[in-house]
């Protein structure tokens, strides 16, 4: 334990796989208590049986709930949101209900979840916040990611704004632009495709680097932006994707 976030205490949403599990355990091993929050109550007891981790199932669909959730929970100095959905198609297979849901998932549950620490952080004068966003957003166009980009675009655009209505109040707020990682949430979707091989080395030739990338890898650059080493960042964009974009 390095200790970079020792004290400290932090949100993850979608803890209990792939990004999210990885940044809840790498919160806890930087000496923080880390709240891990996801809806899938059986895979968050995959997580480390550590004193500084609490579980909770929890919606961030559910605006009242999230607007309660905190009593118990106290100040919160970090809070990663993670929790998103990969829509796959074009603007033609995406009707308005299935647009609706990506942008509830991955936009509007950011926006209750910052709605609800960010009053306790600006009493306190300090905070980060770190939002997931894509390479497939306003990024870089990504075929058959029509509603995937336009709600990761719309992070974007949500991160710039509370990072410039905060900045002289001591929160920060920065989203992270993974390209394809390795995640059950991948693999899921690549047997989704019927010939699971031929679509995994797809994927992974459209990575110059040569492989996916590792959730711990990004956890690493979560852990960065949720401490005070990165007290003069925020409203950036952070590409983490194997020269995807290069």
Known sequence: ?????????AIVTAAAQGIGRATAEAFAREGALVWALDI??????????????????FDVLDGA??????????????????????????????DEAAL????????KSMHRMIRAVLPGMLERGRGAIVNMSSVSSSVKAVPNRYAYSVTKAAVIGLTKSVAADTVAHGVRCNAICPGTVDSPSLQERLRAQGDYEATRAAFVA?????????PEEIAELVVYLASDASAYTTGAIHVIDGGWTA
Do not use: Y
């Open 1 to 9: 334990m390095s200790g970079r976030l020792l004290g400290k205490t």
């Open 40 to 57: 899938n109550e059986e895979r968050l007891g995959d997580l480390p049986d550590l004193p500084n981790i609490v579980r909770r199932r």
């Open 65 to 94: 709930a999230v607007a309660t959730a905190f009593a118990d929970i106290g100040p919160v100095d970090a809070l990663f949101n993670c929790a998103g959905f990969v829509h796959s198609g074009t603007i033609l297979d995406c």
């Open 100 to 107: 609706d849901f990506s942008f509830d998932l991955n936009v």
């Open 206 to 214: 459209r990575q110059p680097v040569g492989r996916f990338g590792r």
